[in-house]
């Protein structure tokens, strides 16, 4: 079973300017989750995907975040403009229906994010 | 409110010697809970939960977890720690219905040989 793929592994931008980042699911995988880890924190969620629909986004800084998931499957992450604070590791991850009771999440292997 | 604590930011560790990890958690109802492992520059790997039922929940790579609902704790612990285990282990709690899981801050694993 291939995994939770991301690109890029790194990106270094300066802040005020943009950048996306991009995350395929394990095939089936109904629910999609976005995450921010901070170093030396534990991951924050900042966006959960049911298909292509938003489940929670309370933690999703509106003004500057933004992701989508139109067909169900890949999604994107966007900042813009970054800011200093928003250097983390942005995890993805899915799991084949929400509950993560039944469904342990499969994570993938980040996008570090520095912003200078 | 829904909280996931780990007391401790490091647990060192001699290879063979037993290894447990602290987690306490505060929840209303009934608490799901998880272990996950992180190792360098990879994301989180899931190790085990609980649910219901027994309160000694085993897993990968030989791990298991205590839970104690009197102590509101749910330890991670392994007989003989190897050196391969060092890593960064989070606890997390789920929160919701959809499957959101509230992360502690981590507690870095340090096995010497």
């Known amino acids: 079973e291939a995994g939770v793929a991301q690109s890029p592994r790194y990106k270094i931008i300066e802040k005020r300017q943009s950048v996306a980042f991009w995350c395929n699911p394990i095939s089936g995988h109904a629910t999609l989750y976005w995450y921010q880890q901070i170093l030396g924190q534990g991951p924050k969620l900042l966006i959960q995907?049911?298909?292509?629909?938003?489940?929670?986004d309370s933690q999703l800084p509106k003004d500057r975040f933004s992701a989508e998931r139109l067909k169900g499957v890949d999604s994107t992450l966007k900042i813009q403009p970054a800011k200093l604070e928003d250097s983390a590791v942005y995890l993805c991850a899915s799991s084949l229906v929400g509950g993560g009771g039944n469904s342990p999440l499969h994570f993938g292997n980040g996008t570090r994010l520095t912003v200078t | 409110a829904q909280s996931v604590a780990q007391p401790e930011d490091q647990v060192n560790v001699a290879e063979g010697n037993p290894l447990t990890v602290k987690c306490t958690y505060s929840?209303?109802?009934?608490?799901?809970l998880f272990w996950y492992v992180q190792y360098p520059n990879r994301g989180l790997q899931f190790l085990l939960k609980y649910i219901t039922g027994d309160n000694l929940v085993k897993g990968s790579y030989g791990f298991e977890a205590e839970f104690n609902k009197s102590q509101t704790s749910f330890h991670l612990k392994k007989p003989s720690a190897l050196v391969s285990d060092s890593a960064l282990y989070f606890c997390a709690l789920l929160t919701d219905s959809w499957g959101k899981l509230q992360f502690g801050a981590g507690t870095q694993v340090v096995v010497t040989p």
């Open positions: 995907f049911q298909n292509n629909g938003v489940v929670d």
């Open positions: 929840v209303s109802g009934n608490p799901y």
